[in-house]
């Protein structure tokens, strides 16, 4: 059930927007609608899907935006490195997480 879990948030995440610097700002983009982007003025972009259609505008990430972005990831990689440490605990392994930049590394013996 666990495993199931993991491998639908994976899913999930893999299809989500992220912070993409283009042109000296942060846009949110990398998702179906936005694939890639062209842009529009100082601060906003136009959006394309994969087939080169247009979906829409989405303006840069004010720094506060960005900064409470990063500390989202920061915290669900924290709770997936417990999660991962709590799973094998119960199979009876021993698992050592750390956080390195945002990659989680996990040791198990």
Same mark, same amino acid.
């Given at each position: 059930m666990r495993l199931l879990g993991i491998l639908g948030m994976v899913v999930l995440l893999s299809s989500c927007a992220a912070p993409n610097f283009y042109n000296g700002k942060y846009y949110m983009a990398g998702d179906l609608d936005c694939q890639s982007m062209t842009q529009?003025?100082? %601060? #906003?972009? @136009? =959006?394309y899907? /994969?087939?080169? *259609? @247009?979906?829409? $505008? #989405? *303006?840069a990430m004010t720094d506060q935006q960005?900064?409470? $972005?990063?500390?989202?990831? /920061?915290m669900s990689q924290? $709770? %997936?490195a417990n999660f991962a440490n709590s799973f094998n605990r119960s199979y009876g #392994?021993?698992? &050592? %997480? +750390? &956080?390195?930049?945002?990659? @989680?590394?996990? +040791? =198990?013996?």
């Open positions: 529009l003025d100082d %601060s #906003r972009v @136009v =959006c899907d /994969s087939s080169k *259609n @247009v979906t829409g $505008y #989405r *303006n960005l900064q409470m $972005y990063m500390h989202q990831q /920061s924290a $709770y %997936s #392994r021993s698992c &050592v %997480s +750390n &956080v390195i930049g945002k990659q @989680v590394y996990t +040791n =198990c013996w």
